[in-house]
Antibody, heavy 120, light 107 residues
């Protein structure tokens, strides 16, 4: 059974940084692209970033480009999201999700999410 | 960016009734790369449909998807108590975007 477990969500001040992690199990991790999707409180879903199975290709939403870096360590079955210059509008639950098929970015497994709160 | 508009915002129905949810795209969705997700309060989204009409693994066959181009539909043939939730469409033909969601509530 595929399991994804996010961690690293905290309360951080505007302008601060943090790194989210997503530990994966139940799959051959390096075979699959992964992504981050966020959901602001009471709001809908927003795709944030994706990364290819080998980690060589990365993609970002315009809303976070230049402030966020996605990476992965396939030896540790772990996905990361480094977030810098955080803003109040980055407050959200951040989900990691597995990309269903290479080149087709629907998301077939999701973690339970980790809450990032940006506030002074 | 492709904008997805879901309607209605809220659908009030009784168990056993049929639910029809709409998702309209601002541009043609390439190759009908359209997915549907279900989200219950406090839970993460669950994939229901991909490729506009293909059911995800383990999804009951009362859930079906249809449509092409810019108009897509999710149909729940007979609502079960566990189906009352928020439903999102998502296109992945270009940089992924989601609709704003349709809440299916008990009437």
């Amino acid at each position: 059974e595929v399991q994804l477990l996010e961690s690293g969500g905290v309360l951080v001040q505007p302008g601060g940084s943090l790194r989210l992690s997503c530990a994966a199990s139940g799959l051959t991790f390096g075979n699959y692209g992964m992504c981050w999707v966020r959901q602001a409180p009471g709001r809908g879903l927003e795709w944030v970033s994706s990364i290819s199975g080998g980690g060589e290709l990365t993609y970002y939403a315009d809303s976070v480009k230049g402030r966020v870096t996605v990476s992965r360590d396939n030896s540790r079955n772990t996905l990361y999201l480094q977030m810098n210059s955080l803003r109040a509008e980055d407050t959200a639950v951040y989900y990691c999700a597995k990309i269903g098929v290479t080149g087709k970015w629907f998301f077939d497994y999701w973690g339970r999410g980790t809450l990032v709160t940006v506030s002074s | 960016e492709i904008v997805l508009t879901q309607s209605p915002g809220t659908l009030s129905l009784s168990p056993g009734e049929r639910a029809t949810l709409s998702c309209r795209a601002s541009q043609t969705v390439i190759s009908n790369y359209l997915a549907w997700y279900q989200q219950k309060p406090g839970q993460s989204p669950r994939l229901l449909i991909y490729g506009a009409s293909s059911g995800a693994a383990g999804i009951p066959d009362r859930f079906s998807g249809s449509g092409s181009g810019t108009e897509f539909t999710l149909t729940i043939s007979r609502l079960e108590p566990e189906d009352f939730a928020v439903y999102y469409c998502q296109q992945y033909g270009t940089s992924p975007t989601f609709g704003q969601g349709t809440k299916v509530e008990i009437k």
